[in-house]
C-alpha cells in the first residue's frame, strides 16, 4: 500500500506474540509498519491487523474494549513491561509519542501460571474473578439498605476505600510479580471493604475466604518485591498488602 | 392535517399504564401485580443476555430472590462491561443539600430534559426508585465522594438547577458495576448465577410467540448453544457504534437487540441519538474510538471560543474582551449546564462559522483558569483530577495550564426496543433494560441518568413486573431440542459460513468507517430530509458492497475477533438504514433530533407536538423492506407541554 508520509509517521518494527491457542507452541512474529505519533498503541495494532486482513494474514487476537484505562480488558506486556514504558498508564493510553522512529517493539501477553494464553495476545483471567466470587462483596440483597446516610463514613476513609476500589482487574500486577502472585489485587477489594463500615459485619470471613481463593487459583506468594504497584496503572498502593496482611493475621486470631 | 399523517394509536403497543394518581402508580402497580410464590421461584429459569449496570443487577437481585439465572456476557469478565466507563455520576431525588429537589422535579426535569418525547409514568416510577438504589450501593460498600462531615456529597449536572448527582471521583460507572459485579459474585458462589463469559448472544428463540431461550456462539471455541429459561432478558447497552466513533466501548453493538428486533421485538425511535457535547476531538483517520470528558467539567469549565474568524493566537494570549462564552451569554440561566443537546448544537453553530480552535478547527475551549483561580488548583484536581491526566495522556496538553479543547461526540442512545411499563417487548417473555430499551429518557438524556435508569430497571423494576409474566401465563415446558431451537440456530450458523465465503478485499473495520461516516454525516448533529434520503440510499449501496467484498480471516473454531465484528457490522448496516428512515418519518426537531428544516428562529429545536407527541416503533419486514410504522401515543398529565427555554 502505498501512502504519503505524513507529519508525525515513523516506521516501527514490531515482535508479536503468536500463538494459535491454548497449549499450542507460540512464537514472535516481525512485522514493519508505519505508525503516528498521534495514534495510541491500540491504534497502531489496529493498522498493523487492518494490513494483515487485507493481504489474507490473521489478524492478532487481543483483548481490549473501553480504550480509555478503566475496563481493564487491555493486557499486553510490551518490551518486558506490563502496559509499557508509562507510569500509570493502560497499554490502550500509552500514545506512539512514546516512541520515536525507527524503534523496536516487542508485544507479548500476560505470562503468569494463573492465566493461561487463549491466543495470541489474548489470556483466561477467570482466576481474578473466582476470588472476588468468595467473598468480594457485602451480603446486603436489594431492597434491604438502610437510608445512605444512616452511617456516615469520615472522609479521609472513603477516599481510602475509593483509592482501593479503584483497581481495573487487568492482572498487571501478576504478571509484573516475580512469583506471579495476586496480593495487590486481593488486597485492594479486602482494603476497600476493610476500611468501609458496611464491610465491617464479614471482614473476617471475607479475607480467609479470598486469601484461601487466591491460592486455590494457583497464584504464586508475596515475597515484597513491589513490582506490582509499579506497575499498576491505577497506582494502587502496596499499604493494601500491609493492611491485608494484618486484617488475615487477626482474622485468623479470631476465627480459627 | 390528512388522516394519514394524524397520529393513531396501534394496537401492537399497549403501553400497561397504570391509572390513578400520578405519585401512587407504581406503589398501586406493583400491590395489584400477581407475585411468584417465593417457593415457587426456583422452577423458573431466567436468560439475562449481557451483565453491565442493568444486567448485572437484575442477575443479583433475581437471583436473591430464588429465581434460575443463567447470565451471559460477551467480555471475559462481567466487570468490563461498558458501564464500567461512566464517569460523571448518577442522580437521585436524596434532597440532602436541602436545595428543593424531590422526585417531582428530578420526574419533572427528566421529562422536560427529553423534549417531552417520554412516557410520564415511567418517568416518574424512576424518580422514585431513583433515592432506593442510593441506599443498596451504600450498603454494597460503593466508595460514594463524601463531605468532611461523612456524608456524600454531591454535583450538579446539565439540564438541572439542583444538586442531585452522586459521584465517585470521575469513576462513577466504575463504581457502580464493581457493586453489582460484588453482588452478582455472591450469587454465583451460592450456585444461583450460572454465569456464561465469552458468550454471543447470537439470535433469540420464540417458541409458539413468546420467548423461551437465545442461541450462543462460545467466543473461544466458536461453538454455539442452546440455552432454554421461561424468560429472556435483554440488557445488551446501546448501539452508539453504528457511528463508528463513538465514546462507546468497542464491543459495543447492535446484535442482540437487532436479532430481536428480526424475531418480532419492535425497534423505536432509533433515531434519537445522543451527541455529548464534552469529548476530546478526533485527530487522525486512523482514530478507532472518541473519548468523553465528564459533563461534571461543566460546573466549573467555561466554554468559549474566540469572538472573531480565524483568531489564531494562543488560547491564553486571547484577552478577555475578544472571548465570546457563547453559552453563557445565549442561555444567562443555565449558562454552561445547559442539556447536552443544546451544547452540542452550539458548539457545531460556533464552529460551522469559523471560530473553532485547533489544528481541525472542529474544537471550542473549555477553560478552567477562572475555576483555579477561585478554588485554587488542589481543589479542582480534586474534583477532576484523573480526567485531567486523562485528556493529556492523550492529547499532550496540560489542561492546568492551557483550556482543554472538546467538541461533540456520539455518546448514548435513547432510542431502543420498544417496552411497556413492565419493561416487556412486543415478545411476551422477552424484556428489554438498560440503555438496549427506549423507554425513559425521550428524545435527549440528561447527564446521570443512565446509570439511574439501568440501575432502577435492574435492582428495582424487574424484580417485580417479571411477575407479570412468570405468574400472569401459563408457560409449556420447552426443551432444547424444539424445532424453533435448531431452525435458530441453523440460522446462525448459516449467518456466519456467509460471511466467511464472501472473501472480499475489504477489510471489516475499513466498512464500518465508511458506515460510521455515512451515518455521521447524514444522521449526526443535524439532519435534513434530502440529507436522510441520499444517507438512505449510499448505506443500501454499502451494505450490498460488504455482502460482496466484505474479507474474513481465519477459523470458526477458536476466538476470531475479525468473525465477531463482522457479524456486528452486518447488523449496524441493517439497523443505520431504519435509523436514518425514522430521522426522516419524524419531521420534526426534538431533542437530540435536529431536523434543520425545523427550527426556531434562533436555532432552537421546534418540535411538532399536534403531529409527532407519539413513539415510532418499526416492526421488521425483511432487511430489503421498508418497516412498518407503529405509534404509541404521548399522554401528559402532570407535566405542561411548553418549548423548552435554558435562557
Ligand atoms: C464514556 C461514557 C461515560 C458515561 N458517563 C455516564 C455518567 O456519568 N452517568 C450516566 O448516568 N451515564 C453515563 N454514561 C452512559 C451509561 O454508562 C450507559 O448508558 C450505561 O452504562 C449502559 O448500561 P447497560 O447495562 O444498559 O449496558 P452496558 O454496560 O453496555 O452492558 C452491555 C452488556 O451486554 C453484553 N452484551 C452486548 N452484546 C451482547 C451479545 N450479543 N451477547 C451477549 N452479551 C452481550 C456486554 O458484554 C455487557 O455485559 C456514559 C457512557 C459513556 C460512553
Ligand atoms: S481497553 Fe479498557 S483498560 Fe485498556
Known amino acids: 500500500m502505498i501512502q504519503k508520509a505524513k507529519q508525525g509517521d515513523m516506521r516501527i518494527t514490531l515482535e508479536v506474540w503468536r500463538q494459535a491457542g491454548p497449549g499450542a507452541p507460540g512464537a514472535f512474529e516481525t512485522h ?132 482501593a476500589a479503584a483497581c481495573i482487574g487487568c492482572g498487571a500486577c501478576v504478571a509484573a510479580c516475580p512469583n506471579a502472585s495476586a496480593m495487590l ?35 504464586g506468594n508475596c515475597s515484597n518485591h513491589y513490582e506490582c504497584e509499579a506497575a499498576c496503572p491505577k497506582g494502587i498502593s502496596v499499604e493494601n498488602i500491609a493492611r491485608m496482611n494484618r486484617e488475615y493475621a487477626r482474622a485468623t486470631l479470631i476465627e480459627r | 392535517m390528512t388522516i394519514a399523517d394524524s397520529p393513531t394509536q396501534s394496537a401492537k403497543l399497549d403501553s400497561k399504564v397504570p391509572g390513578g394518581p400520578m405519585e401512587d402508580r407504581w406503589t398501586n402497580y406493583k400491590f395489584d401485580l400477581k407475585l411468584v410464590n417465593p417457593a415457587n421461584r426456583r422452577k423458573f429459569d431466567v436468560i439475562i443476555v449481557g451483565t453491565g449496570l442493568a444486567g448485572g443487577s437484575a442477575a443479583a437481585t433475581l437471583a436473591e430472590m430464588g429465581y434460575n439465572v443463567k447470565a451471559f456476557c460477551i467480555h471475559d469478565s462481567p466487570r468490563r462491561a461498558h458501564s464500567i466507563a461512566a464517569q460523571g455520576g448518577i442522580n437521585a431525588a436524596k434532597n440532602y443539600k436541602g436545595d428543593g429537589d424531590s422526585v417531582h422535579r428530578l420526574f419533572y426535569d427528566t421529562v422536560k430534559g427529553g423534549d417531552y418525547r417520554s412516557r410520564e409514568s415511567n418517568v416518574h416510577r424512576l424518580a422514585e426508585v431513583s433515592v432506593d438504589i442510593i441506599d443498596q450501593c451504600v450498603a454494597q460498600g460503593v466508595p460514594f465522594a463524601r463531605e468532611y462531615g461523612g456524608l456524600l456529597d454531591n454535583r450538579s449536572f446539565g439540564g438541572a438547577q439542583v444538586s442531585r448527582t452522586f459521584y465517585a471521583r470521575g469513576q462513577t460507572g466504575q463504581q457502580l ?70 465514546t462507546n466501548a468497542k464491543n459495543s453493538n447492535v446484535t442482540a437487540a437487532w436479532r430481536a428486533h428480526k424475531r418480532g421485538a419492535y ?41 472573531t474568524k480565524g483568531d489564531t493566537r494562543k488560547a491564553t494570549e486571547i484577552p478577555e ?24 448544537r452550539n458548539a457545531k453553530t460556533v464552529c460551522d462559522e469559523g471560530r473553532g480552535v485547533g489544528p481541525t478547527g472542529e474544537a471550542v475551549y473549555l477553560d478552567f483558569a477562572d475555576a483555579i483561580k477561585r478554588d485554587g488548583r488542589s481543589t479542582i484536581e480534586a474534583r477532576y483530577g484523573n480526567l485531567f491526566e486523562m485528556y493529556e495522556r492523550i492529547t499532550g496538553d496540560n489542561p492546568y495550564e492551557m483550556p482543554m479543547r472538546i ?119 443535524e439532519r435534513t430530509a434530502e440529507g436522510l434520503k441520499e444517507g438512505k440510499r449510499k448505506i443500501a449501496d454499502l451494505r450490498s458492497q460488504f455482502w460482496t467484498d466484505v474479507r474474513v480471516i481465519g477459523d470458526q473454531n477458536t476466538i476470531n475477533q475479525d468473525l465477531e465484528k463482522a457479524g456486528r457490522v452486518a447488523d449496524f448496516m441493517e ?45 421488521f419486514n425483511g432487511p430489503d423492506a421498508v418497516p412498518t410504522e407503529h405509534r404509541e401515543q404521548l399522554t401528559f398529565e402532570e407535566v405542561k407541554l411548553t418549548t423548552r427555554s435554558y435562557k
Open chain 1, 185 to 219: 489485587f486481593t488486597s485492594a477489594k479486602v482494603s476497600q471493604l476493610t476500611l468501609l463500615p458496611q464491610g465491617e459485619p464479614e471482614r473476617e470471613r471475607r479475607v480467609l475466604a479470598m486469601v484461601d481463593a487466591m491460592d486455590d487459583a494457583g497464584f
Open chain 2, 407 to 525: 467538541y461533540p461526540a456520539v455518546h448514548y442512545t435513547m432510542g431502543g426496543l420498544w417496552v411497556d411499563y413492565n419493561l416487556e417487548s412486543t415478545i411476551p417473555g422477552l424484556f428489554v433494560l438498560g440503555e438496549a430499551n427506549f423507554s425513559d429518557h425521550g428524545a435527549n438524556r440528561l447527564g446521570a441518568s443512565a446509570l439511574m435508569q439501568g440501575l432502577a430497571d435492574g435492582y428495582f423494576v424487574i424484580p417485580a413486573t417479571i411477575a407479570s409474566h412468570l405468574a400472569g401465563r401459563k408457560l409449556e415446558e420447552v426443551t432444547k431440542d424444539h424445532p424453533a431451537f435448531k431452525e435458530a440456530e441453523a440460522s446462525a450458523r448459516k449467518r456466519a459460513d456467509d460471511l466467511m465465503a464472501i472473501k472480499g478485499t475489504r477489510s471489516v473495520e475499513s466498512m464500518h468507517r465508511e458506515l460510521g461516516n455515512l451515518v455521521w454525516n447524514y444522521c449526526g448533529m
Open chain 2, 177 to 246: 458495576l464493581l457493586g453489582a459485579y460484588g453482588a452478582m459474585n455472591r450469587q454465583i458462589h451460592a450456585g444461583k448465577i450460572e454465569m456464561h463469559t465469552r458468550q454471543e448472544m447470537v439470535d433469540l428463540v420464540v417458541v409458539n410467540g413468546v420467548a423461551r431461550g437465545i442461541i450462543t456462539r462460545n467466543l473461544k471455541t466458536g461453538e454455539y448453544e442452546r440455552h432454554s429459561a421461561h424468560t429472556v432478558l435483554m440488557c445488551t447497552g446501546g448501539y452508539g457504534n453504528a457511528f463508528y466513533l463513538s
Open chain 2, 321 to 344: 474582551a475578544e472571548r465570546d462564552y457563547y453559552l453563557e451569554r445565549k442561555y444567562p440561566s443555565f449558562g454552561n449546564l445547559v442539556p447536552r443537546d443544546v451544547a452540542s
Open chain 2, 575 to 619: 439497523f443505520a438504514e431504519v435509523m436514518m428512515h425514522d430521522a426522516l418519518v419524524r419531521d420534526e426537531s426534538c431533542g437530540g433530533h435536529f431536523r434543520a428544516e425545523h427550527q426556531t428562529e434562533e436555532g432552537e429545536a421546534k418540535r411538532d407536538d399536534e403531529h409527532f407527541s407519539h413513539v415510532t416503533a418499526w416492526e
Open chain 2, 267 to 307: 425497534f423505536a425511535n432509533p433515531c434519537y441519538t445522543q451527541i455529548h457535547p464534552t469529548c476530546i476531538p478526533r485527530s487522525g483517520d486512523y482514530q478507532s474510538k472518541l473519548t468523553l470528558m465528564s459533563e461534571s467539567l461543566r460546573n466549573d469549565g467555561r466554554v468559549w471560543v474566540p469572538l
Open chain 1, 32 to 163: 514493519e509498519i508505519t505508525a503516528n505519533e498521534h495514534m495510541s498503541f491500540l491504534e497502531m495494532l489496529d493498522v498493523l491487523n487492518q494490513e494483515l486482513v487485507e493481504s489474507g494474514r490473521e489478524p492478532f487476537a487481543f483483548d481490549h474494549d473501553c480504550r480509555e484505562g478503566i475496563c481493564g480488558s487491555c493486557s499486553l506486556t510490551i518490551d518486558g513491561q506490563p502496559h509499557g514504558p508509562r507510569e500509570r498508564t493502560t497499554a490502550c493510553q500509552l500514545h506512539m509519542r512514546t516512541y520515536r522512529n525507527g524503534d523496536r517493539i516487542k508485544i507479548e501477553p500476560w505470562r503468569a501460571n494463573a492465566f493461561p494464553i487463549v491466543k495470541d495476545l489474548i489470556t483466561d483471567r477467570s482466576a481474578f474473578d473466582k476470588i472476588q466470587q468468595a467473598g468480594g462483596y457485602v451480603s446486603v440483597n436489594t431492597g434491604a439498605a438502610p437510608d445512605a446516610h444512616a452511617i456516615p463514613v469520615a472522609k479521609e476513609k472513603a477516599d481510602l476505600a475509593f483509592e
